[in-house]
């Protein structure tokens, strides 16, 4: 990181803001194109690792993608707020973000589907008990991004 002075290595910070975000990108490469789709998120962390669950369609370009070529890239950010000059020039952006490479992969498993699940919608809206039809099970997507490398920073 080029600017190592706002770089953010406490994993208790980086949890805290990664929990208080909604929206992440997934970026595939994708035969010589990049593809960058946003996607709601839930995490789930465990002995230190970040891990992350969104959900989508059985078929597309997503879908096929994550199945081909499961090494991603990652970005989230937020706590965005413009610092005003006098100047054009000199404005900026006070701003926190994660960047970050993963491996996805699309659940199968019930059980981890329906953690998925609700890490996404606990994210989304802060409650955690929900019950989910076989209808939604069968026909929704879980992918899973396990992350490989992470950088936060802030300004």
């Known amino acids: 990181m080029r600017r190592a002075d706002r770089e953010i290595t406490d994993p208790v910070k980086i949890e805290q803001f990664l929990a208080g975000e909604k929206i992440m990108r997934i970026a595939f490469f994708d035969d010589g194109d990049i593809y960058i789709v946003p996607v709601n998120y839930g995490l789930y ?30 970005e989230t950010d937020g706590k965005m707020r413009l610092l005003r000059s006098e100047k054009a020039c000199d404005h900026s952006i006070e701003y926190q973000s994660v960047i970050g490479t993963g491996i996805l992969s699309i ?7 329906k953690l998925g699940l609700d890490c996404i919608m606990k994210q989304q809206t802060a409650k955690d008990d929900w019950d989910y039809s076989d209808e939604i099970m069968s026909h929704s997507a879980v992918f899973r991004l396990d992350v490989k490398k992470l950088s936060c920073k802030a300004k």
Do not use: C, I, Q
Not at 107 to 113: G, L, M, Q
């Open 45 to 74: 962390t465990e002995n230190g690792s970040y891990r992350f669950y969104f959900h989508g369609a059985m078929a597309g370009r997503k879908y096929d993608l994550a199945k081909a070529r499961p090494s991603v890239g990652f």
């Open 107 to 113: 659940v199968d498993d019930p059980k981890e589907k």
